[in-house]
């Protein structure tokens, strides 16, 4: 699961675009992006503890590739921390309802993915194959 998500956010934003050459939409589409990658680390941390750092560093990843200008790194920066705090709260600790919620977290970055993706890749190409997909239990399983 978490590679699917991971492999969707590093592909919409792996293309040769700065943040400040992006729409207003594509730019709100970045911080909604943000929002989610803060939740999934949340519901990472409930369950691989609080030392667990790997969504803050696809995070920083994700700013450090689109370089963005002040106005909107603060927007991303803001937008994971809330993200990250609206689910640190709601989820304590691991459990079914902290891996619903990941599974969740992963099919709404899924969803903004795409649309960056769809938007960066031109109609004469073929789209990015999907790596993985999702079992009914939220495990992820190769194609």
């Given at each position: 699961?978490?590679?699917?998500m991971?492999?969707l956010?590093?592909?919409?934003?792996?293309?040769?675009v700065?943040?400040?050459?992006?729409?207003?939409a594509?730019?709100q589409?970045?911080?909604?992006?943000?929002y989610?990658?803060?939740?999934?680390?949340?519901l990472?941390?409930?369950?691989a503890?609080?030392?667990?750092q790997?969504?803050r560093t696809?995070m920083?990843n994700l700013?450090s590739?689109?370089?963005?200008?002040?106005?909107l790194?603060?927007?991303?920066?803001?937008?994971f921390n809330?993200?990250?705090?609206s689910?640190q709260?709601?989820?304590q600790?691991c459990g079914p309802?902290?891996r619903r919620?990941?599974l969740?977290a992963?099919?709404?970055?899924l969803d903004?993915?795409k649309r960056?993706a769809k938007?960066?890749?031109k109609?004469d190409?073929?789209?990015?194959?999907?790596?993985f997909e999702?079992n009914?239990?939220?495990?992820q399983?190769?194609?």
């Amino acid at each position: 699961m978490r590679r699917l998500m991971l492999t969707l956010a590093l592909a919409a934003v792996a293309f040769p675009v700065l943040a400040q050459d992006r729409s207003p939409a594509q730019r709100q589409s970045l911080v909604d992006l943000a929002y989610v990658l803060g939740e999934s680390h949340a519901l990472r941390q409930a369950c691989a503890g609080a030392e667990d750092q790997f969504w803050r560093t696809r995070m920083m990843n994700l700013v450090s590739n689109e370089k963005p200008d002040a106005a909107l790194d603060g927007r991303l920066k803001e937008s994971f921390n809330t993200g990250f705090a609206s689910r640190q709260t709601e989820f304590q600790s691991c459990g079914p309802a902290s891996r619903r919620a990941e599974l969740a977290a992963a099919n709404h970055g899924l969803d903004i993915s795409k649309r960056l993706a769809k938007v960066m890749i031109k109609t004469d190409r073929e789209p990015l194959p999907t790596i993985f997909e999702m079992n009914a239990t939220g495990e992820q399983a190769p194609r």
